[in-house]
């Protein structure tokens, strides 16, 4: 997220030194939810006593909030092209709605959240709430960032930080906003869609 | 082997020379194979487990011996021969040589290859479920002590694990807090004891098994072998081996308790037993003491040791034991005369009711 | 080879005065305490980084000498089982996380940069939140012991002896945030070293012409990369436990204590490789040096590294062959297992094969590759021993077992690195190490060493148990344990000759020059210690052993407005790693929102740093 546009050396593979970087960042993070996912997996069916997930989880709703953060990846994708084109407006434009898209996805998910704990089910009832909620709370905590980043990358943008040279931040932005949108696509199927 | 100082640049590995570390080993074993190790884990009691394992572990072993002889001779030979000399010219620089690759890569599989074979075979040899006929007998793991069930005979005790020889075994474990682990070397490996956790289809604790027979009569020690706290380096055990004669005896004997004769120090003893926080934790089978938390205390006096192998089990250790547990085993779960433990206060028993006690519990033969 | 005799005399004055110039500054102590607080030099970082890590080496060398005390005979009451369990927890969780990771580190940090012909890493203040991080999780477990509190439920930490119901002190909590702290510390240094290895090396040096150090720091890297997210997720489940009540390793509640294993040992098998590769690295180049002939096979010894580290993924539960996993799981982690054997055995025949017709010097850098080679076989082979199944079931959690690791990780990493300080202290300092002193800490150390570790080979075979405060009489295990503990304080008296060496060479050794060693590679074609901009002009390298084939020509000192624009010091990484650390210990107070003061406080120094440009023309390092 550095500022200044000069002093970048000719890298051996023609990456800039960022992105490369966030790449393996984001082959961590994808272990790092592989082993949370991996440990509902394991414990489904373990928990002793309820609420268990066929009482809880909503799958009309949660499909309307998952198409919303697929959406805001599609709003990504034109942010990027804009700044990439020198479209200021644009930029503007479509890195906002990801991050409304983003927010309105956390909205489901604090309506969701608390919706589960007026049934019973907290962090401490059982095995599935443990492990639902810090999986989903991990995601969670992800988009969160992934919107401050969006707002902030607005912002420098209005103040005119952010143009067609140093696209390279929304970019990576993007790269990261993608990462957790395909996360959300495996915790859906696996634990919202797979009895 | 003299030691004596080298000139500079002059050779000075005598040390990694072999010959020289071959004699003091060769001569360890010698005194290994013939010393008295109570706990060894290469002089196997069991006619089943124990050899499998041994076995194994010499071929393992030899293959390695053979190895380590190449390489090290090989390291000495190179150290030797080609050691730098003033006017050296400049080595030949070879970069490698794939034949030499291929062939060593070859050789080291062949070598994984022929210890990996009987390895499996033991595993699956070693793993498979007892027959027909064996005895089952339930551990159950806790802080810091042993609890035997034989669920067919009617037994529960504590620490002693008495066994009939000839007679293959199935050890069935569990703990009741956190992980432990069964083992005694001389009937072979070692397994965990995992606390209960509900399976997927509701069957119940998942329980890990060991099967052996032992052909030896005689006591056998062993000890926990996964950390479990505080006195993890004191719960010990034992498995007395005897006749099935002598095992039928004893299980006989389990399943009642002697009285004591009215008005002895035994039966005083027996008394405060019975009327104090004592039957909380402990059992003594045919009595009005069934406690679950602690050791079962039937027939103490037929024991060897006393607090899982810790204390020879005489009267004054019971005493000892019981004024002052903590004294003996760091944060045992059992309350003394004046310190409390386990969640329970402090006994308060009296010096009389101790030492009764104590001849009370030594009379349960 | 020839420099040092070439510029003793007028060297002496130049190269005090250089180390001096580059490491303190002109304006006072206090002016120097800063520009170390907010350097970003790699080769500043990497040298904090192996002090912090020779400071924790002292304090797990002690815990270690006060078990040996305990253990000398049976019975005894040196400590008590708390003290002791606390000991070889801390024993251990120092020794791999505060001491042999970070001193591989301080070795990434100076030389890999100057190996790939690069001015610096890809992320110079990354880098330095690195070590901070580091820094303060290493202190922040160690102020445990203040409090009487150390973590004492043993370095692998097993659940559900961690639980609050068993452990219910501050201790695991300790450990747990202490671990935590450290974890982020290495995982952002693997991503730094990544992007480098990959992206900065000079024109001309392809992959397969990097120095093995290089090479095999940047599969490290990539098995930190992969392994840390795993133990990280395990870490927040034993804390989620802790702190929150949640029920992960809870088994009323049908939680699985062997889950903690899975996901320990799946970053620990792992972590273990870790550890040995960058010594590996550090054989392949010093032996080369010291025979004067090329590494033998050096694409071979570069592809068993890379299996080594890919198959390392797969062996696991090679660790829980007593926990009940059946016998189909336990043949396939055997199989696994016995198949990393294969490149580890290659790399060392390809070792003897360099060292074979070659022209040897035994400087004591080599004494320890040597070392190196003779000790971590037989490691090794323990090793095979563990890998049958059936056999690992006498010998896991017994002493056997201690007496393996131990030989490959003090056997394997610790004399690996030791070999690398020999070889590059003159390239840090300017100094040659006293060869005197070195070989004396080899001799001791050969002597210590084997004395305190080969007798828990025999302890472990007759039924002696780890991590117990005591054992009993009857066992007959005593005289094992007796030379151990007379070995360990010869392995500890070596030590500090080391550390004796390393102090009083940096002051009164020998000037050393460029290239004292004739070795081939990149780092050596510059001054020592290099400038800090490390190469005037970024060399092209046009094969493996690019000082060997003279294509490099030497370095000329640049006069100071020819110097090339460096990244400028920043405040923000230690201010940011202490924000990090900060929210982490936070967590210990149990109140959910306490935690996001932190929080809030490293957001800050985010922001600043992002908006912080890397090059600010007042602010250039002096050098």
Redesign the interface.
């Known amino acids: 997220m550095s500022m200044e546009i000069a002093h970048h050396p000719p890298t051996a593979t023609g990456l800039d030194n960022r992105k490369l970087g966030f790449w393996v960042f984001i082959g961590s993070e994808t272990l790092f939810f592989g082993s949370l996912i991996s440990t509902y997996m394991v414990y489904k069916g373990a928990s002793v006593a309820g609420p268990y997930p066929h009482d809880v989880l909503n799958i009309p709703l949660t499909s309307i909030s998952t198409f919303v953060l697929l959406t805001s990846s599609l709003a990504m994708v034109l942010a990027l092209a804009a700044v990439q084109n020198g479209n200021r407006s644009g930029t503007l434009l479509w890195l906002m709605v990801t991050a409304v898209f983003g927010l309105i996805f956390l909205g489901f998910q604090a309506y969701e959240f608390t919706h589960f704990v007026h049934e019973g089910l907290t962090i401490k009832s059982n095995v599935f709430g443990s492990a639902f909620f810090v999986l989903t709370g991990f995601h969670g905590v992800h988009v969160s960032v992934g919107v401050i980043w969006l707002l902030s990358l607005w912002i420098l943008t209005l103040r005119g930080k952010i143009g067609k040279e140093n696209s390279i931040n929304v970019e990576i932005a993007g790269l990261y906003w993608h990462f957790v949108d395909i996360v959300w696509i495996v915790i859906f199927t696996l634990i919202y869609l797979i009895p | 082997m003299s030691l004596r100082r080298n000139k500079p640049?002059e050779?000075?590995?005598r040390?990694?020379n072999p010959v020289n570390f071959l004699v003091p080993i060769l001569s360890?074993f010698v005194v290994?194979c013939g010393?008295?190790?109570?706990?060894?884990?290469?002089d196997p009691a069991t006619s089943d487990f124990g050899p499998?394992?041994q076995d194994?572990?010499l071929t393992?072993?030899w293959?390695?011996m053979l190895?380590?002889a190449v390489?090290?001779l090989?390291?000495a030979y190179?150290?030797i021969r080609?050691?730098?000399?003033p006017g050296?010219p400049?080595?030949?620089?070879?970069?490698?040589?794939l034949g030499?690759?291929i062939g060593?890569?070859i050789a080291?599989?062949i070598v994984?290859v022929v210890?990996?074979i009987p390895?499996?075979r033991?595993?699956?040899r070693?793993?498979a479920p007892a027959g027909p006929g064996a005895l089952i007998v339930e551990v159950v793991g806790h802080?810091w002590w042993w609890e035997f069930r034989y669920p067919a005979e009617g037994v529960v005790t504590a620490n002693e694990l008495r066994l009939p020889v000839g007679r293959t075994v199935e050890l069935q474990m569990t703990s009741a807090?956190?992980?432990h682990?069964f083992?005694i070397?001389r009937f072979?490996?070692?397994?965990?004891l995992?606390?209960?956790?509900?399976e997927?289809d509701d069957r119940g604790p998942?329980i890990?098994?060991l099967t052996f027979t032992v052909e030896e009569t005689g006591v056998y020690?062993g000890?926990?072998?996964?950390?479990?706290?505080?006195?993890?380096?004191?719960m010990?055990m034992r498995a007395i081996v005897e006749t099935e004669a002598d095992f039928q005896t004893w299980v006989q004997s389990m399943q009642s308790s002697p009285v004591p004769e009215t008005g002895t120090q035994a039966d005083r003893g027996r008394e405060a037993f019975m009327t104090s926080t004592c039957i909380a934790c402990h059992s003594i089978a045919g009595t009005n003491a069934r406690g679950v938390l602690g050791p079962s205390l039937t027939r103490l006096g037929a024991r060897t040791t006393i607090g899982a192998?810790l204390l020879d089990n005489t009267p004054e250790n019971v005493a000892a034991w019981i004024r002052n547990p903590a004294e003996f085993k760091?944060?045992v779960k059992m309350p003394g005369v004046s310190e409390g433990g386990g969640g329970l206060p402090p006994t308060g028993l009296s010096e009389e009711q101790i030492e009764a006690i104590a001849a009370y519990l030594s009379s349960l033969r | 080879m020839s420099d040092s005799t070439a510029s003793s005399k007028a060297g002496s004055a130049s190269a005090r005065s250089a180390a001096a110039e580059l490491y303190t500054d002109p304006r006072g102590f206090g002016a120097t305490v800063w520009s170390w607080i907010t350097t970003v030099d790699h080769k500043r970082i990497g040298i904090m980084y192996a002090s912090a890590a020779l400071f924790f080496l002292l304090i797990g060398g002690a815990e270690a000498l006060l078990m040996r005390i305990q253990l000398a005979v049976p019975q005894n009451d040196f400590v008590d089982a708390e003290t002791f369990n606390q000991l070889f927890t801390m024993h251990g969780t120092t020794m791999i996380f505060l001491v042999a990771m970070p001193m591989a580190v301080a070795f990434f940090n100076y030389i890999v940069p100057l190996q790939i012909g690069a001015r610096d890493v890809a992320f110079p203040r990354l880098n330095a939140l690195s070590f901070w991080v580091f820094l303060f999780g290493g202190l922040y477990l160690n102020s445990s012991f203040l409090f009487n509190a150390a973590p004492n439920a043993s370095w692998v930490g097993y659940a559900n002896l961690t639980s609050t119901q068993f452990s219910p002190g501050p201790n695991v909590d300790f450990w747990v945030i202490g671990l935590s702290i450290v974890g982020v510390s290495s995982l952002v240094g693997a991503i730094n070293f990544i992007t480098t290895i990959i992206n900065l090396r000079a024109p001309g040096l392809t992959l397969m012409r990097l120095p093995l150090f290089t090479w095999m720091t940047f599969v490290t890297s990539w098995i930190l990369v992969t392994a840390i997210p795993v133990i990280a997720v395990a870490l927040i489940f034993l804390a989620a436990d802790r702190f929150f009540a949640t029920n992960f390793f809870v088994p009323t509640a049908g939680g699985d204590p062997v889950l903690w294993q899975h996901l320990f040992w799946i970053f620990g098998h792992p972590e273990v490789y870790i550890l040995i590769l960058p010594s590996f690295g550090i054989m392949s180049e010093v032996v080369s040096t010291f025979s004067r002939k090329p590494l033998f096979g050096y694409p071979v010894v570069v592809y068993a590294g890379i299996l080594i580290g890919f198959i390392g993924w797969g062996v696991w539960s090679h660790h829980m062959f007593t926990t009940g996993l059946g016998p189909i799981a336990d043949s396939f982690f055997v199989v696994s297992t016995m198949i990393i054997a294969i490149p580890t055995g290659v790399k060392i025949f390809n070792w003897l094969a360099t060292m074979w017709g070659g022209s040897i010097r035994f400087t004591s850098a080599m004494l320890f590759a040597i070392g190196l080679l003779a000790i971590f076989t037989v490691g090794g082979l323990s090793g095979i021993m563990h890998a049958s199944a059936p056999v690992d079931l006498q010998q896991h959690d017994s002493y056997f077992v201690v007496a393996h690791f131990h030989y490959t990780i003090v056997g394997g990493a610790m004399t690996g690195l030791f070999a690398g300080f020999y070889y590059w202290f003159p390239k840090v300092t300017g100094r040659l190490m006293s060869e005197a002193l070195g070989k004396l800490h080899f001799w001791t150390f050969l002597i210590g060493f084997n004395l305190t570790f080969f007798p828990m080979h025999f302890a472990g075979l007759f039924g002696m148990p780890r991590r117990v405060f005591t054992y009993p009489a009857e066992l007959n295990v005593a005289e094992y344990n007796m030379a151990s503990t007379i070995g360990a304080f010869i392995f500890g008296l070596s030590s500090l000759i080391f550390l004796w060496n390393l102090w009083r060479s940096s002051l009164k050794g020998k000037p050393a020059g460029a290239n004292p060693w004739g070795a081939p590679s990149l780092e050596w074609s510059t001054s020592s210690p290099p400038p800090h901009y490390n190469f005037a002009e970024i060399p092209e390298v046009k094969s493996r052993d690019p000082l060997w084939t003279s294509d490099v020509p030497p370095e000329k000192p640049l006069a100071h407005d020819e110097e090339p624009l460096m990244p400028s010091p920043s405040f923000w990484p230690i201010l940011t790693a202490f924000g990090i650390s900060l929210t982490w210990i936070l967590v210990m107070t149990r109140i959910w929102w306490v935690p996001l003061i932190g929080l809030a406080l490293t957001a800050i120094c985010i922001y600043s740093w992002a908006f912080q440009p890397e090059f600010r023309e007042a602010t250039q390092e002096q050098g």
């Open positions: 640049g050779r000075g590995q040390f990694l360890l290994a010393g008295d190790h109570p706990q060894s884990t290469i499998a394992i194994l572990y393992v072993f293959w390695a190895i380590l390489v090290w090989v390291l190179i150290l080609y050691r730098s000399r050296d400049e080595p030949k620089q070879t970069h490698g040589h030499l690759e060593w890569t080291a599989a994984v210890i990996t390895t499996i033991t595993v699956f070693t793993q802080q807090d956190v992980i682990s083992w070397p072979g490996g070692k397994r965990d995992n606390p209960w956790v509900r997927p998942r890990n098994r020690l000890q926990c072998a996964e950390y479990c706290g505080l006195a993890h380096g004191l010990g192998g760091p944060g």
